[in-house]
């Protein structure tokens, strides 16, 4: 009887987990690469959920690759990425900008841990 009951709380603990982890939310982040600083993340928008977060994140991508600044191409690389280069041609050592978005949960921070 006592280890029914255990395996009964330990069961309900386990559920009781997994939907706290199913109703956290999702951030939409944006990765900055210049080739010259550190990359950088910066936080766009919090969701509800992950298929929201990834709506937003694929309309983010479009807007991007459809819209770059003047004197400057952009390209969508893959399904979260897009490169903004020059528009003068290929250089050597020109600057060249990579934009990722990664959606992920809120208990995630893709710069890593806090120091203490």
């Avoid at 250089?91 to 060249?96: R, V």
Wanted: net charge neutral; glycine share 6%.
């Amino acid at each position: 009887m006592i280890r029914l009951a255990t395996l009964l709380v330990a069961f309900c603990l386990l559920t009781l987990a997994a939907t706290a982890h199913a109703e956290c939310a999702w951030v939409l982040w944006e990765q900055t690469n210049t080739g010259l600083a550190p990359l950088a993340w910066k936080i766009l928008r919090v969701s509800a959920d992950m298929t929201s977060c990834e709506a937003v994140k694929a309309r983010t991508v479009e807007v991007a690759a459809a819209s770059p600044p003047t004197g400057y191409a952009r390209e969508r690389l893959g399904d979260s990425t897009v490169m903004e280069t020059p528009r003068v041609g290929l250089l050597i050592g020109a600057p060249s900008t990579t934009l990722q978005y990664s959606c992920l949960p809120d208990t995630v921070d893709p710069r890593g841990p806090k120091g203490k």
